[in-house]
């Protein structure tokens, strides 16, 4: 009878680490953590005033210096540059031909801060023409050997751990998480899964026209030389009415191109967040913002500290940054 009587309390000790386990560990215990889980508890507390049915708890987050990061180019820059080197004996021509000459002299930053006709240029090269999955199969296979420049880290392990652990929050609360980024939707489909839990049909990024056809008697999807849809600055809420078709009510981003996105979010009724990822560690990883070409934040950082969003100083508010320090 007296261990029957223990049993409860048996239970409670065992469930209350459950329960206390803090699904942020790699956030300092300081107010943009404080902030996120104030918001998920207000959304997701059955009563409260606040709360947000599971089928709207949708939230939205860029990917380039937001989920990984993004200097001193993006990444699917690499990727591309590296396409061209490889089919450049097929293309004579481009050794005179701006701006695939300047990715075969080894000028990458002038080739990534071409004009947009130049940009896109370059995307047609390595992807019209191919069916989706050669593309991706592309993709899949660059990423698994490739590392950046400057630290020898491979892409994917310079995923950012706080970030994964506020995707995970998040779905383990009812939400659904999506990627709206301006780099190519196919481009990152191949690994969002593996990488971040997204699958492929929740990422939403820059698109080229396809269309089907058959080849060798077997259907296949085709890569054109057009542009669909830019999802960036204003594109990102076409993009998330067009393929998701409902307003998030929670934003993610870390530049000025998502700017559009976090009004977008804001503007609707009940409550709304909306988080900037700030780069403010020159030493962990990079310190860039107003100034930067690549992940230019300005007007995003303005309008953030003017409306009272929130704003997480990776220098400040994270214990570590990439996936690949975890330990």
Not at 16 to 42: N, Y
Not at 252 to 259: A, C, E, R, V
């Amino acid at each position: 009878m007296k261990v029957l009587a223990l049993l409860p309390c048996i239970l409670i000790l065992l469930i209350s680490p459950l329960r206390a386990a803090d699904p942020l560990p790699s956030w300092q215990d300081t107010a943009p953590k404080h902030a996120i889980v104030a918001f998920v508890e207000k959304v997701t507390r059955p009563g409260s005033p606040d709360f947000v049915p599971v089928s709207e708890r949708i939230a939205t987050f860029d990917n380039d210096g937001t989920l990984w990061s993004e200097q001193p180019l993006y990444f699917q820059n690499f990727f591309i540059f590296s396409r061209i080197k490889a089919l450049a004996p097929q293309h004579p021509e481009w050794t005179n031909q701006e701006p695939f000459s300047l990715v075969l002299k080894g000028d990458l930053n002038a080739a990534a801060n071409c004009n947009l006709q130049g940009q896109l240029a370059l995307i047609m090269a390595t992807q019209a023409g191919l069916t989706v999955e050669e593309y991706q199969q592309a993709v899949t296979d660059w990423l698994a050997t490739a590392r950046h420049p400057q630290n020898g880290k491979l892409y994917t392990e310079m995923t950012f751990q706080p970030m994964l652990e506020l995707l995970n929050y998040l779905r383990a609360n009812g939400f659904k998480t999506y990627i709206v980024s301006g780099g190519g939707m196919d481009f990152i489909r191949p690994w969002a899964e593996k990488a971040y839990g997204i699958p492929p049909e929740q990422v939403i990024g820059t698109s080229i026209k396809t269309q089907f056809e058959m080849r060798d008697s077997k259907p296949v999807i085709m890569g054109l030389p057009a542009i669909d849809l830019v999802t960036d600055n204003v594109g990102k809420p076409v993009g998330i009415q067009t393929y998701i078709g409902r307003r998030p009510i929670a934003s993610f981003g870390n530049s000025d191109g998502d700017l559009q996105m976090m009004q977008w979010t804001v503007a609707g009724s009940g409550p709304r967040f909306c988080l900037y990822v700030h780069h403010t560690d020159a030493v962990r990883e990079w310190a860039y913002d107003r100034q930067s070409p690549i992940g230019h934040f300005e007007k995003g950082l303005d309008e953030a500290l003017a409306k009272g969003w929130t704003v997480a100083s990776m220098k400040d508010d994270w214990k570590i940054i990439y996936v690949a320090d975890k330990k």
